[in-house]
Nanobody
C-alpha cells in the first residue's frame, strides 16, 4: 500500500518560514520524481517544485528564490523549505510521486500565511 504522508503545515506570519515533509512508503522512493503542489481555495492545483531521482529540481516562478525542494532517499522523505512566506502562499500543499505511469498523492497539509 502506497502512502505519502505530509507534515509541517501551520499558521505563520508574513515573512516567516516553514519546512514541509513528506514521508513515503510502499514505493521505491529513490527512483521516483517527487513533487510539491498546492491548491488555494477556488483555484486549480498548481506545481510548486519537483525533484528528480537524480536530484535535478524545478521550481515555479512564483516561489523561485524563496522555496527549496530536497530529498533524503535514505529516509524516503522529500522536503519543501519555504522562506519569506506571503499571503498568496496560503494553500493546501500536496506531495506527489511519479515513476512512468505510476503516480500517487498525499492527503495534503494546510499552510496559512497571515498578514
Amino acid at each position: 500500500q502506497v502512502q505519502l504522508v505530509e507534515s509541517g503545515g501551520d499558521l505563520v506570519q508574513v515573512g516567516g518560514s516553514l519546512r514541509l515533509s513528506c514521508a513515503a512508503s510502499g514505493i521505491m522512493f529513490s527512483i521516483n520524481t517527487m513533487g510539491w503542489y498546492r491548491q488555494a481555495p477556488g483555484k486549480r492545483r498548481e506545481l510548486v517544485a519537483t525533484i528528480s531521482s537524480g536530484g535535478g529540481t524545478k521550481v515555479a516562478d512564483s516561489v523561485k528564490g524563496r522555496f527549496t525542494i530536497s530529498r533524503d532517499d535514505a529516509k524516503s522523505t522529500v522536503y519543501l523549505q519555504m522562506n519569506s512566506l506571503k499571503p498568496e502562499d496560503t494553500a493546501v500543499y500536496y506531495c506527489h510521486s511519479s515513476y512512468r505511469i505510476y503516480e500517487y498523492w498525499g492527503q495534503g497539509t494546510q499552510v496559512t500565511v497571515s498578514s
